[in-house]
């Protein structure tokens, strides 16, 4: 039967659209395949000359060729009939008649899409793992793309908090791109999945990645867009989710930086919600769905939303947070701390020991213990900021 | 019967002693040139007839042949022809000869004009000539001075090959050549000085560390930001070489024709910083001679390798052994040396493909970093005890007055250290410095206090760092109590030996996979 399927989705000239229609008046593929000429005519959309291509195209050698590569490599077809199709994808009037995956399908694959900019800051970075975290805590899918940036971080973060993700490609799911990424797709593949509509072997092309897009929105009950330039593929998926009724939620941010036109334009023009905390990215169905997959215990799930919001919040964390309380610490580590603070930024420890009062020796040690026992986060680049529980 | 002067041959940086046998065989007038020897030896024949002729001898007129015994060692270089012009001398009896000619020994290479010239490689000869048990050496003039660097041998330093002759004839006595006198001051750096680097005090902390345990050392930082400046300072500051040490480099620079000032030890610890495009043979040795590379040429100095990541990995895997055994062997097809190659390895890289990583206008992923730093090899990254961010000074800061450290008070500490170091090794003679202590050292002297344990333990868990780095804390934390002369590694070492490695740390907090 698979094989029809995939002929179905090689035919010349024929998109979903009409995939559908055909499906709708012949049922299955087999039938679409021995269907005479005269049947083909009467549908909506069929011309003379596209029955003629259809007619013309009745060899399954190419559907066996793409066969033989998926079992090669060990993708798997999904088809619309298939119950693990998602209902809430099948009833939108592009969705392909068959994606290909590698990976595992839940009954619940649908979650929140975290999509953005490929070339992103810190912030957007920092965005991207709480949300991701945040969701993977809470059973929640994260719906992304695998590409550079955003996309990346949202899958890395939610499989580093143990959850299911799932990634759209714009090519084949037998070809890594950008190839940085080989362990993080494999990580992806044994704890979710990465689907794509182009058959195994198919390249990157920009024109691809309009239908990843558009997935990617499909399978989400809500769309976090963290970080888009303005004419950015990100901004793409966030129209497509709105109009594929989703709400689309995205990040504020410095109204003169250029990567954050599209999302604040998004925010402006109201297409999307202003996004403040991960609770938000929580709906009444994601929730039914989390329980479905059982990450949720039923105890927390009878609380208020708000509750379990606030809850995992810090569980999301995941660290064990140090007392907040300055008045506790030794003296030197108070000086260091308020350094910490007043810079308001993340700072080179040498830009602070500048203005330490003792002796820059014990400034060194100390800072090096508060590093160890987690009061000082170390970033990117070797510099130092307080950890979160000392800044509130 | 055949004539025998003595000379010498160089293989690696060891000379070894060569007899110089010359015989005049009847028959059509020819010189062969027999011994295992390489074109320059070979054209030696042009050179010593030319040369005999214009001093005003006879180059006999019959067959000539020369042999270069032992015969089955290869042997290379211009010097023979002194040896040889003598030989041919003797044996046609135009040089009186006598029976003192047994204890010389001759270097040196001669112009068609006959007069001599310098050869590389001589200090290893006279070592040679020394342990041969020869007394007389004669070399050119421009290499009396390194000649004379070796005690124990009387040094002749001739400009023309009538001079050598007239000499060995008795018929003028030698008169030492004028020589510019005094003595270079012992080291020169030039204007080089710490005191030149402000704003990096918490680096130059750890430059310190480095120099003093022997510890290898990469730098990370944005372009700019003085990782070069830095480690051409880094020779300042360690120990004086004694008086072995700067003969063991000096050797390494005669075989390698290097010396600029001939004559002169070489004081200076040697720095090196060969570009990234260089290859595996430029920077471990190599070339049909098996000639030293820059590891070599490091030898008790520093070998800085500035852009580390862009150097071909093959070529930076090679490092590997030499790094360990301090001493590397050349094989080629004819030729087998060994140098030794005990350096201090600087490196310093950009930390990511833009070079501005964790700054506001890097625009890199995590992935694309982890995939740049991987161009270094695990076992390479492995061998650096030390990894410092150099962070971008405020140039403001730079105008303003207060110098840095000077690089006389930063080398006391190491020589303190190293002091200490010496004192803890003694009687053991594989190792030097903490750097190069084993596993079962490590263990036998980095014990640690309970709170300096319970603080290893506390990163062992946060930054999940393996039992090796474990090792390389606590070598690097027992240099720390060294610099402070502590006999115990206290809570205040492992706490800096821990900040000793910003990539491990930083790495453990990438959003990767």
């Keep these: 039967m698979e094989i029809y399927w995939l002929w179905l989705s090689m035919l ?81 009037a592009e969705a ?74 714009g090519h084949g799911v037998d070809i890594c791109f950008p190839a940085d990424h080989r362990e993080l797709m494999e990580a992806i593949v044994e704890h979710g999945a990465v689907l794509s509509a182009y058959p195994p072997g198919t390249e990157a092309r920009p024109e691809f990645f309009p239908q990843r897009n558009y997935l990617i929105s499909a399978w989400s009950y809500r769309l976090l867009v963290v970080e888009a330039a303005q004419k950015s593929g990100s901004l793409i998926t966030a129209n497509l989710a709105k109009q594929q009724g989703r709400p689309v939620f995205a990040v504020p941010d410095n109204i003169y930086k250029r990567q954050s036109a599209g999302t604040n334009g998004l925010i402006a023009d109201g297409v999307a919600h202003i996004y403040l ?97 987690g009061k000082v986060d170390n970033l990117a680049g070797g510099r130092v900021r307080p950890c979160a529980a000392f800044v509130q | 019967m055949a004539s025998v002067v003595k000379s010498f041959a160089l293989a690696g940086v060891d000379a070894y002693p060569v007899e110089v046998e010359t015989d005049i065989l009847g028959g059509l007038p020819a010189v062969s040139i027999v011994g295992l020897v390489d074109t320059a030896v070979r054209e030696a024949r042009e050179r010593v007839q030319a040369a005999l002729r214009y001093a005003g001898f006879k180059f006999p007129g019959e067959k000539v042949v020369i042999n270069l015994a032992p015969g089955d060692i290869k042997k290379g270089g211009s010097h023979f022809d002194l040896a040889m012009a003598v030989g041919v001398l003797l ?130 930082g944005s372009p700019g930001c003085g990782k070069s400046m830095v480690a051409r300072r880094i020779p300042t500051i360690l120990p004086r070489m004694t008086e072995a040490e700067a003969l063991d480099v000096t050797k390494i620079y005669s075989v390698a024709g290097l010396l600029k000032e001939r004559g002169r030890l070489i004081r200076s610890r040697p720095f090196r910083a060969p570009h990234h495009n260089a290859s595996t043979s430029a920077l471990i040795g190599g070339g049909t001679d098996a000639g030293p590379g820059e590891i070599s040429l490091s030898h008790n100095g520093v070998l800085f390798l500035d852009e580390i990541a862009e150097f071909g990995k093959k070529t930076l895997d090679a490092l590997r052994q030499p790094l360990e055994d301090r001493q590397v062997t050349i094989s080629r097809v004819k030729n087998s040396n060994s140098y030794p190659c005990s350096f201090m390895l600087v490196s310093a ?12 206008r890097c625009r890199c992923s995590d992935y694309e970093v982890l995939k740049y730093r991987r161009k270094l090899s695990g076992p390479i990254l492995d061998r650096m005890d030390i990894q410092k961010y150099v962070q971008p000074v405020n140039f403001l800061d730079l105008s303003g007055e207060g110098g840095g450290t000077s690089s006389a008070v930063l080398r006391e500490r190491v020589e303190f250290a190293r002091q200490k170091q010496r004192e803890r090794f003694a009687g053991q003679p ?84």
Excluded at chain 1, 109 to 128: D, L, N
Excluded at chain 1, 139 to 148: C, N
């Design chain 2, 430 to 513: 594989m190792i030097s410095c903490n750097a190069e202590m084993t596993a079962p050292q490590v263990k036998e002297y980095c014990s640690l206090e309970d709170e300096g344990r319970r603080l290893l333990e506390q990163a062992y868990e946060r930054f999940q760092y393996s039992a090796r780095a474990f090792h390389k804390f606590l070598k690097v934390a027992r240099t720390f109590a060294d610099l402070d002369g502590s006999p115990h590694l206290r809570r205040q070492d492992v706490a800096a030996s821990l900040m000793a490695r910003d990539m491990d740390r930083e790495q453990a907090g990438m959003l990767v996979i």
């Design chain 1, 96 to 169: 392909p008649a068959v994606l290909y995956y590698r990976g595992t399908l839940h009954g619940q694959s649908c979650g929140v899409g975290i999509v953005g900019a490929r070339r992103c800051t810190a912030y957007g970075k920092e965005v991207a793992r709480e949300a991701a975290a945040f969701l993977a805590k809470q059973g929640i899918p994260v719906i992304s793309g695998m590409a550079r940036g955003i996309d990346s971080y949202a899958n890395t973060a939610c499989l580093q908090a143990g959850g299911y993700t799932l990634a759209f490609l």
């Design chain 1, 277 to 373: 905390q991960p609770r938000q990215l929580l709906g009444e169905v994601e929730q039914v769905a989390a329980a479905a997959n059982g990450e949720v215990s039923a105890a927390l799930a009878e609380k208020d939303a708000g509750g379990i919001a606030a809850a995992s919040l810090t569980a999301a964390q995941g660290k064990t947070l140090p007392q907040a309380d300055h008045g506790s610490l030794p003296a030197t580590e108070r000086e260091i701390l308020s350094l910490l603070i007043d810079a308001g930024a993340p700072r080179s420890p040498e830009e602070l020991a500048a203005h330490f009062s003792g002796e820059k020796k014990l400034f060194w040690e100390t800072l090096a213990v508060m590093v160890l026992e």
């Design chain 1, 12 to 92: 010349p000239g024929v998109g979903a659209l009409l995939q559908k229609k055909l499906l709708q008046r012949f049922g299955s593929p087999v039938d679409i395949y021995h269907a005479g000429e005269g049947e083909l005519l009467s549908i909506e959309g069929m011309g003379k000359t596209l029955t003629q291509r259809v007619l013309a195209a009745r060899s399954l050698d190419g559907a066996a060729r793409v066969q033989e590569k998926m079992q090669k490599s060990g993708i798997r077809l999904l088809v619309l009939s298939d119950p693990l199709y998602p209902d809430m994808v099948k009833s939108l």
């Design chain 2, 349 to 360: 890289m950009n930390p990511c493909p833009c070079g501005y990583y964790g700054q506001e």
């Design chain 2, 91 to 220: 044996r046609s009896r135009q040089l009186t000869g006598n029976d003192m000619l047994e204890h010389f020994a001759f270097a040196g290479e001669l112009s068609l004009n006959a007069t001599l010239r310098p050869c590389p490689g001589v200090l290893p000869m006279a070592m040679a000539a020394r342990d041969a048990g020869v007394q007389n050496l004669v070399v050119s003039r421009e290499n009396l001075r390194e000649a004379s660097l070796v005690g124990g041998l009387n040094v002749y330093a001739f400009e023309t090959l009538a001079a050598v002759v007239s000499f060995l004839n008795g018929e003028t006595s030698y008169t030492p050549p004028q020589q510019e006198s005094g003595e270079l001051p012992d080291e020169n750096w030039g204007s080089l000085d710490f005191k030149e680097v402000r704003g990096q005090d918490a680096l130059l902390e750890y430059i310190v560390i480095a120099a003093a345990g022997g510890h290898n050392m990469l730098m990370l």
